[in-house]
C-alpha cells in the first residue's frame, strides 16, 4: 500500500507541477518525509510540554501534584483530582494541536492562519448544506458506533480485545468524571473543554494543517482527505469508535475542501461534542424524550436512508464547488 501511494504522489509533483516550497533540488518525496516528521515531531514536543504545564499549574492552583503521586490521574472520585485533569486537556489541546497547527506551516514559509483557511468565510448556500449533511448523516453514524462496539476479534486476538475493551473502559470512565457536574458554570466548563476547544484545536490540526498539507503534496482531495480522517480517528485510540470518528472526520473534510473555509467543519464538531455534553447534563438518556428504539438504535430504513440523503448532500457540495470555480473562472 505505501509504495503506490508514494508513487502517486511523485508523479502528481510532476505531472502537475505543483507549487511546493522546497529547497532547490530537493526531491517532492523527501519533502514530504521531512515536512511530515516535522509535524509529528512538533505535535510530540508540544505535548509533552503542554502536559507538563498542566501538572505544574494544576499543582499550585488545585494542590495536586500528579508528579509525586501519578496514580491520582486515576482517582476520579476526588473532585479536585477531575479538575486537574480537565486543565491538563485544556493545556493538551492547545499545546498538542493547536500550536503545531499554526506553526507547522511556517516551516515551508506559509502562514499558519492562511494555511488553515482560517481567513475564508464559506458561503450561506455551503453552511446550509454542511449543516445538513451533518443532520442528515446521524443515523448513519449512530447505525456505525453499534456496529462498531459489536465487532468480536477472532480467538486468536482475545488478548489484544481485552486491551481494547479496557481501554474502552477507562475513557468511558474519564468521560463520565469529566461531564458530572449539577450546576449551569460546571456546564459551561465542561462546552469549553470538551466542545469548544476540541473544535477548534483538532479541526485546525487536521483538517486545517494536515489535510491540506496532504492535498499539497498528492494533489488527490480523497486521499487527503480520507487519511486525515483516518489519523484523526486513530488519535483519539479508541478501536470500539474508530469506523465512526473517521467518517465524521471524512465528511468534516468534505466540508472544508468543497466550502473552502475551515468554520463549517469547526461549527459541526462543536455542535457533535456538545450534544453529548448536553445530553450528559440533562440525562436525556432517562427522560421521555425518545427518538431511538430501546437498543439505541433507528430502524433500518431510517439508516439506509440517511446513507442515501448522506452522499446526495456530499455530491451537491461537488457541484456547488464546481460551480462556483466555473464562476470564479478557475
Known amino acids: 500500500m505505501i509504495f503506490p501511494i508514494?508513487?502517486?504522489?511523485?508523479?502528481?509533483?510532476?505531472?502537475?507541477?505543483?507549487?511546493?516550497?522546497?529547497?532547490?533540488?530537493?526531491?517532492?518525496?523527501?519533502?514530504?518525509?521531512?515536512?511530515?516528521?516535522?509535524?509529528?515531531?512538533?505535535?510530540?514536543?508540544?505535548?509533552?510540554?503542554?502536559?507538563?504545564?498542566?501538572?505544574?499549574?494544576?499543582k499550585y492552583i488545585f494542590g495536586i501534584d500528579i508528579f509525586s503521586t501519578p496514580e491520582l490521574?486515576?482517582?476520579?472520585?476526588?473532585?479536585?483530582?477531575?479538575?486537574?485533569?480537565?486543565?491538563?486537556?485544556?493545556?493538551?489541546?492547545?499545546?498538542?494541536?493547536?500550536?503545531?497547527?499554526?506553526?507547522?506551516?511556517?516551516?515551508?514559509?506559509?502562514?499558519?492562519?492562511?494555511?488553515?483557511?482560517?481567513?475564508?468565510?464559506?458561503?450561506?448556500?455551503?453552511?446550509?448544506?454542511?449543516?445538513?449533511?451533518?443532520v442528515v448523516s446521524l443515523p448513519l453514524i449512530n447505525q456505525l458506533v453499534v456496529w462498531n462496539e459489536g465487532v468480536v476479534l477472532p480467538p486468536s486476538l482475545a488478548h489484544l480485545e481485552s486491551q481494547f475493551k479496557a481501554a474502552e473502559l477507562a475513557a468511558k470512565q474519564l468521560t463520565e468524571a469529566f461531564l458530572k457536574t449539577d450546576s449551569f458554570l460546571g456546564l459551561l466548563?465542561?462546552?469549553?473543554?470538551?466542545?469548544?476547544?476540541?473544535?477548534?484545536?483538532?479541526?485546525?490540526?487536521?483538517?486545517?494543517?494536515?489535510?491540506?498539507?496532504?492535498?499539497?503534496?498528492?494533489?488527490?482531495?480523497?486521499?487527503?482527505?480520507?487519511?486525515?480522517?483516518?489519523?484523526?480517528?486513530?488519535?483519539?485510540?479508541?478501536?470500539?469508535?474508530?469506523?465512526?470518528?473517521?467518517?465524521?472526520?471524512?465528511?468534516?473534510?468534505?466540508?472544508?475542501?468543497?466550502s473552502g473555509s475551515i468554520w463549517p467543519a469547526m461549527v459541526i464538531h462543536f455542535i457533535n461534542n456538545a450534544i453529548a455534553t448536553l445530553a450528559s447534563f440533562y440525562d436525556w438518556e432517562n427522560s421521555s424524550f425518545q427518538i431511538l428504539q430501546p437498543d439505541y438504535t433507528f430502524p433500518l430504513a431510517v439508516v439506509v436512508l440517511s446513507a442515501f440523503l448522506t452522499v446526495s448532500l456530499v455530491i451537491m457540495m461537488y457541484k456547488k464547488n464546481k460551480q462556483q470555480n466555473l464562476y470564479n473562472g478557475e
Open 189 to 258: 466548563l465542561n462546552l469549553l473543554l470538551v466542545a469548544i476547544l476540541p473544535a477548534i484545536c483538532e479541526e485546525l490540526l487536521f483538517r486545517g494543517a494536515l489535510m491540506h498539507f496532504l492535498l499539497q503534496c498528492f494533489y488527490q482531495k480523497h486521499l487527503a482527505i480520507w487519511f486525515s480522517a483516518i489519523l484523526f480517528s486513530l488519535f483519539h485510540a479508541q478501536f470500539y469508535g474508530f469506523v465512526p470518528r473517521m467518517l465524521l472526520g471524512v465528511l468534516l473534510g468534505y466540508m472544508v475542501w468543497y
Open 6 to 58: 508514494f508513487t502517486m504522489y511523485i508523479r502528481a509533483a510532476k505531472v502537475r507541477k505543483m507549487s511546493l516550497n522546497t529547497p532547490t533540488g530537493q526531491h517532492p518525496f523527501i519533502f514530504f518525509i521531512s515536512k511530515f516528521l516535522i509535524l509529528g515531531g512538533m505535535i510530540l514536543v508540544f505535548t509533552f510540554v503542554s502536559m507538563g504545564v498542566g501538572m505544574v499549574l494544576s
Open 73 to 134: 490521574l486515576y482517582d476520579y472520585s476526588n473532585p479536585l483530582a477531575v479538575q486537574a485533569l480537565k486543565l491538563i486537556q485544556a493545556c493538551y489541546a492547545i499545546g498538542g494541536f493547536l500550536l503545531p497547527a499554526l506553526l507547522f506551516p511556517r516551516s515551508f514559509q506559509q502562514d499558519g492562519v492562511e494555511y488553515t483557511r482560517l481567513r475564508v468565510s464559506a458561503s450561506s448556500v455551503m453552511w446550509v448544506l454542511s449543516v445538513g449533511l451533518f
